[in-house]
């Protein structure tokens, strides 16, 4: 590390670093942010993809030669796609609290772990021999590493933000408040971080200064063993909530996947070109989807529920969806979105329910006929015995509705009609058994042809039909989709 005049501090030797790259079939590595520059066998030169005016690394960009100060990080995980290394590094150092980005830096070793497969296997002797490495034991990779040079003294890694205070309530005169662990730290994403998108069902992963975003295991298990994916291409830019990439999987429809949050795409995973059903094999590992470069991270990534919860939140989530909707993917499910006006505020929320709730169940005269006139079919054709009380009416039962108008008949035997008269909603609550009917011939929402005693009779015969509760498809598109 080279002195500056901010007094940053000279180092006799390299600094020993660790970090993880994309591994390809050959042997090569690859960076995840960054994967149209692959490392070099030797020494390597950052260079900035984004400005070239500039020699990584400077403090207000991303560039330079990432690494980790700690071998044990769990960023650093062993699976298909991914080579575990420690590196050595020199120059220009910027940095962060669990690591760095220097302007120089070479691959000094390679670990291979012992649950890795014969492809794998194969590809990690390649890259040892490609860039002239030892390949090791992962418990041994951090002595190898420091062969080569030196950790980074403990002195020169900045503190850790106090963490922020929960606003409590005042008892007797004391402010009570509870620490907030901020959601990933800001600084260059110094601090690892793991999430979960819960509407969108992505998992959201901080990764070397870029957002890794991938389906979630439970999503995954909805898309069969040959879905297709369609990904965007690398460079586009999003805003949060853009559709970015769908997912079709045979018998089980298309999926949609949102941004969770805004800014560009640095890289979509080139293995699911190839072998798209890894996203449903491994769908939080090598099945990852993109990685996008942020915009607006500090106001963006609340949006995402962070750390262990985030599971719990996430399991509860899909089965109170399952239950209550019947479907707990229905909100990234293609099929089943429609159009939502924006909501800016609660009060236009709390509009958009009330008009919800205005609207009439039965839009005409057909959804009265399909939608009721429909389960009253099928529920005496599924019930001999309740056919055969019915009968006992010796009469022909006629609902003449209104809002919207129709006409249900009911033909019981014998050649009087009973006429009823009420709304379609009404109508609809008596045959879930949600209608007194009693209490609405008394207050004149049902009228009847026939006397109070003729019709009473015949009501208490009619409560035993009765049909399930349903209500209308009301799933939602997300703005602009």
């Known amino acids: 590390m080279s002195g500056e005049a901010g007094g940053a501090p000279d180092f006799v030797q390299a600094v020993v670093g660790y970090r993880a790259w994309h591994l390809e079939d050959d042997g090569t590595l690859r960076p995840w942010t960054f994967t149209a520059l692959p490392w070099d066998p030797g020494a390597n030169a950052a260079v900035c993809a984004r400005d070239v005016r500039h020699a ?38 910027e940095v962060h609290r669990t690591g760095f980005r220097a302007s120089h830096a070479c691959v000094t070793a390679l670990a291979l772990p ?17 860039y002239d490495v030892p390949l090791v ?3 041994e990779l951090s002595a190898e590493a420091l062969r080569h040079g030196a950790p980074l003294p403990e002195d020169v890694l900045p503190a850790a933000p106090p963490p922020a205070a929960w606003p409590g309530r005042r008892r007797d005169a004391q402010r009570f408040t509870r620490p907030v662990v901020p959601p990933v730290d800001a ?7 793991r999430g979960i998108a819960l509407d969108a069902h992505l998992w959201v992963e901080t990764a070397l200064g870029a957002v890794v975003v991938g389906v979630t295991s439970a999503l995954a298990g909805d898309l069969g063993a ?11 830019a999003l805003e949060a909530g853009d559709l970015v990439a769908t997912v079709r999987a045979e018998g089980r429809g298309t999926f949609g996947i949102w941004a969770p949050v805004g800014g560009s795409v640095l890289a979509v995973n080139p293995r699911l070109a190839d072998d798209p059903g890894l996203l449903a094999r491994d769908p939080e590992g090598a099945g990852w ?4 470069a942020p915009r607006d991270w500090a106001g963006e990534a609340g949006a995402v529920t962070w750390g262990a919860a985030a599971g719990r939140h996430y399991a509860a989530m899909l089965e109170r969806d399952a239950t209550a909707r019947g479907d707990a993917f229905a909100d990234v499910r293609l099929e089943r979105l429609r159009a939502m006006p924006p909501v800016r505020s609660a009060a236009d929320v709390l509009a958009l329910l009330r008009a919800e709730r205005a609207a009439p169940r039965f839009a005409d005269a057909d959804a009265v006929h399909v939608e009721l006139g429909g389960r009253i079919r099928d529920a005496l054709a599924e019930d001999p015995a309740l056919r055969e009380r019915l009968a006992r009416l010796g009469l022909t039962v006629r609902f003449a509705l209104r809002e919207p108008d129709a006409e249900l008949v009911l033909p019981f035997g014998g050649d009087e009609v009973l006429q009823l008269s009420c709304t379609a909603e009404d109508a609809y609550r008596w045959f879930i ?24 009779r015949a009501l208490a015969l009619l409560k035993y039909l009765r049909i399930e509760p349903w209500e209308p498809a009301r799933s939602w598109e997300r703005p602009g989709a």
Request: overall charge negative.
């Open 114 to 130: 012992d649950g890795a497969g014969y492809e794998m296997r194969e590809a990690l002797r390649k890259a040892a021999r490609r």
């Open 187 to 193: 600084s260059g994403f110094g601090a690892a971080a």
């Open 137 to 139: 034991a992962p418990d």
């Open 289 to 292: 989807l993109l990685r996008l």
């Open 226 to 236: 040959d879905p297709v994916v369609t990904l965007p291409e690398p460079g586009a």
């Open 56 to 93: 990584p690394p400077v403090a207000d960009c991303m560039c330079g030669l990432y690494a980790l100060t700690d071998p044990a990080d769990r960023r650093l995980d062993f699976r298909a796609d991914q080579a575990v290394g420690a590196i050595a590094a020199w120059g220009d150092l």
């Open 433 to 456: 058994g949600k209608l007194d009917p009693a209490g609405a011939l008394r207050g004149g929402d049902l009228t009847s042809s026939a006397d109070r005693v003729v019709t009473l």
